[in-house]
């Protein structure tokens, strides 16, 4: 798959990890996240499957923290939530939010497949042991799209790697490995005053 990396993405990997501030960012993260992806949908299906996607993103907060704990670099931890939500766009036939084809999923999952066993994580259950006891808001589903799929959004070719373009714009093999220094506070949703309340 193919994703950014810049200082932002390093900041938020240390707010999820940091006591005290994991929520809130993890909050402004979810929210950033359904507004991309809604985005990619059509106007008249993007408010049935905002509550869907807000508590999906919540849960894969949590396997990008225990990725990391699992030894994943930042890069991959975060791959593993696209590839996660990518499983879930799939199974609803919302093809149009996809980032990879559908014909890529299972090569996606190959590459991580020690994590996802582990976690009991499947192109069908995509969360896993991740999916909160209260379960997750249903939302409808187009398995239309399905039978003749277009992947607007996708794009093919990057699922042998986690490939990253950087801020330059240049796309290298892995991402960066060493955490650059940046503060929680460069992170979506997390002030100074989130900080000094810890």
Known sequence: MKIRQNP?????KKALTTPGVRNVASYALVKLHTKIFLGKASETRREERRDHLDAFFEATMDAYVAALQAGYDEAEAREITHVQANFDFFNHGWTEMMEIPGDELEDHY?????FFVEHGITIDDPLGEFRPEEGIPSA????????????????????DDVYVETGDGETVVGGDAEEPNVSVT?????????????
């Open 8 to 12: 932002r993405h390093w900041a938020s």
């Open 110 to 114: 190959r590459r991580y497949e020690s």
């Open 140 to 159: 409808p589903r187009t398995p239309e799209k399905l039978e003749q799929p277009e992947y607007e959004n996708a794009i093919e070719g990057f699922a």
């Open 186 to 198: 460069d992170a979506p949703g997390v002030s100074d005053e989130d900080v000094r309340a810890d």
